[in-house]
């Protein structure tokens, strides 16, 4: 082994310092996360905006309510939402990634160098292969967050929709009900305060307007039931 270890040249060495180790926690990394003990830790500054929303932020329009004329601009500013989301839900430089680019570019590497291939030319075959390789992994891992998403109530979705009250609501907020709804292709129960100046009573229709932190739904009634 020892014979074989000096008869590398130096950056045939460094290649293989590089590509087993990071080979080695590679595999612990995917059977801890497997086994359900193992997590990836992104690279996200985004979730420091999260942290800094106040504990009571909710969405509505105007001073967060919609009327209920602006229901398609509800609709519109939740694709929108969406659409960011989904944009910073594709995380390149994760801990997988780098560890997944380093695999390659050692592995490339050694595999290059055995073919006597030049050191310079090696190094950037090995990089661009190693950089190819964090693409999938993100893109992997941002597919498989999606299909697990997918299965989540996203309570934006409900902007701008009619719901059958189901526990009265208390006015301006002094107390929450419940309202029933189609959302997400079921039909769902949620709690809800309005700011109405009357208590909605059981069996009334009425808009949603804004969501608040827990996904408590803000609505008003329908015309109609004025």
């Known amino acids: 082994m020892a014979e074989w270890w000096n008869a590398l040249t130096l950056i045939q060495q460094i290649f293989y310092c590089i590509a087993i180790p990071s080979t080695v926690i590679l595999i612990i990394q995917t059977v801890l996360t497997l086994v359900g003990l193992g997590g990836d830790h992104d ?5 420091d905006a999260h942290a800094d929303a106040p504990p009571d932020a909710h969405f509505d329009g105007h001073d967060a309510h ?19 989301a989904d944009m910073a839900g594709f995380k390149f430089f994760t801990v997988r990634g780098i560890f997944a680019f380093l695999v390659i570019f050692g592995w490339v590497g050694v595999a290059l160098l055995a073919g006597e291939t030049g050191t310079a030319i090696t190094v950037l075959i090995s990089a661009i292969c190693g950089f ?3 693409f ?4 992997m891992f941002y597919g498989i967050n999606k299909m697990q998403e997918s299965g989540n109530l996203n309570y934006r979705n409900a902007l701008g929709k009619t719901a059958e009250v189901y526990l009265f609501i208390p006015p301006q907020r002094k107390g929450k009900g419940k309202v029933q709804l189609e959302m997400q292709e079921r039909f769902i129960e949620a709690e809800a305060v309005t ?7 059981t069996g009334a229709q009425v808009q949603v307007c804004g969501v ?15």
């Open 43 to 47: 690279a996200d500054v985004s979730s």
């Open 195 to 201: 700011d109405d100046e009357k208590t909605i009573k």
């Open 132 to 134: 190819i390789a964090m």
């Open 136 to 139: 999938f992994i993100a893109l």
């Open 212 to 226: 608040m932190q827990g996904d408590i739904l803000i609505v008003k009634r329908l015309d109609k039931n004025m």
């Open 66 to 84: 919609f009327d209920a004329h602006d229901a398609d601009s509800a609709h519109e500013l939740t694709g929108h939402e969406h659409d960011h």
